[in-house]
């Protein structure tokens, strides 16, 4: 059976609660004593003083346990605040010509981008993603390379999940999430979406490996293969 955790701010506050209590009885007995005494009695300035004291004390870790209390929450709410804006700016890039990626921000956070991870284990997460996860994250890994990213519709894109722009060329990009190494037929579809958009240069992206029918028809065409070791050197790091 699990255990509650115990909140060791509630625990302080208790104990100086008590403390302030206890303190508080002592002085009101120390003055009951000296009453009936009528006059000070060593027993009833003990109390009195001693009580007093903890009272004090008891009250002051309260203040303290409270006001730093309060500061953690003050903290917690503008961290939240700051990762639901980013949350927000993130969404935006996820947009063209009003078609929305329907990803969750726990979808294309599903790798850690610059968190130290293995790149197996990068490899390893990429492996169980969808094919519209793969493409967000890509679009993340352009971005810190400093490009500007558009994402083309989910549906009827004619083959380019995004355009990329960077010193001023613009490249269509096709993301191709795979298990086994591509050959020309795999990636002869990129040739619809370079005349739709019309540019020139094509850049094509997969998880695994291109075999050599497929590069010599990517160099036929102008285009740029990014396999599996060059996605690992060049854009995770």
Same mark, same amino acid.
């Given at each position: 059976?699990?255990? *509650?955790?115990? *909140?060791?701010?509630?625990?302080?506050?208790?104990?100086?609660?008590?403390?302030?209590?206890?303190?508080?009885? =002592?002085?009101?007995?120390?003055?009951?004593?000296? &009453?009936?005494?009528?006059?000070?009695?060593?027993?009833?300035?003990?109390?009195?003083? !001693?009580?007093?004291?903890?009272?004090?004390?008891?009250?002051?870790?309260?203040? @303290? #346990? @409270?006001?730093?209390?309060?500061?953690?929450?003050?903290?917690?709410?503008? &961290?939240?605040?700051?990762?639901?804006?980013?949350?927000?700016?993130?969404?935006?890039?996820?947009?063209?010509?009003?078609?929305?990626?329907?990803? #969750?921000?726990?979808?294309?956070?599903?790798? *850690?981008? !610059?968190?130290?991870?293995? #790149?197996?284990?990068?490899?390893?997460?990429?492996?169980?993603?969808?094919?519209?996860?793969?493409?967000?994250?890509?679009?993340?890994?352009?971005? =810190?390379?400093?490009?500007?990213?558009?994402?083309?519709?989910?549906?009827?894109?004619?083959?380019?999940?995004?355009?990329?722009?960077?010193?001023?060329?613009?490249?269509?990009?096709?993301?191709?999430?795979?298990?086994?190494?591509?050959?020309?037929?795999?990636?002869?579809?990129?040739?619809?979406?370079?005349?739709?958009?019309?540019? &020139?240069?094509?850049?094509?992206?997969?998880?695994?490996?291109?075999?050599?029918?497929?590069?010599?028809?990517?160099?036929?065409?102008?285009?740029?293969?990014?396999?599996? *070791?060059?996605?690992?050197?060049?854009?995770?790091?």
């Amino acid at each position: 059976m699990a255990k *509650n955790k115990s *909140n060791p701010a509630i625990a302080i506050l208790i104990i100086g609660f008590i403390m302030f209590l206890v303190g508080a009885v =002592l002085v009101a007995v120390s003055l009951v004593l000296n &009453s009936d005494a009528q006059q000070d009695s060593l027993a009833g300035d003990i109390m009195l003083y !001693g009580g007093g004291a903890l009272a004090a004390l008891g009250l002051v870790m309260a203040i @303290i #346990t @409270i006001c730093v209390a309060n500061k953690g929450n003050s903290k917690k709410s503008k &961290s939240n605040k700051q990762a639901t804006t980013q949350n927000v700016n993130a969404e935006e890039v996820l947009t063209y010509d009003n078609v929305e990626y329907f990803a #969750t921000p726990a979808e294309y956070e599903f790798v *850690n981008v !610059g968190k130290h991870q293995s #790149t197996e284990d990068k490899f390893d997460q990429i492996g169980k993603m969808g094919k519209t996860q793969f493409v967000i994250y890509m679009a993340r890994l352009f971005s =810190l390379r400093g490009y500007e990213v558009q994402l083309t519709p989910v549906i009827d894109n004619h083959g380019v999940d995004m355009l990329v722009k960077k010193d001023g060329a613009t490249r269509a990009v096709s993301c191709v999430l795979a298990n086994k190494v591509l050959c020309a037929e795999d990636i002869k579809y990129a040739n619809e979406g370079k005349s739709f958009y019309q540019i &020139s240069g094509a850049i094509i992206i997969t998880n695994m490996y291109f075999d050599r029918t497929s590069l010599e028809y990517a160099r036929s065409h102008n285009w740029t293969l990014v396999d599996r *070791n060059i996605l690992a050197e060049q854009y995770m790091r």
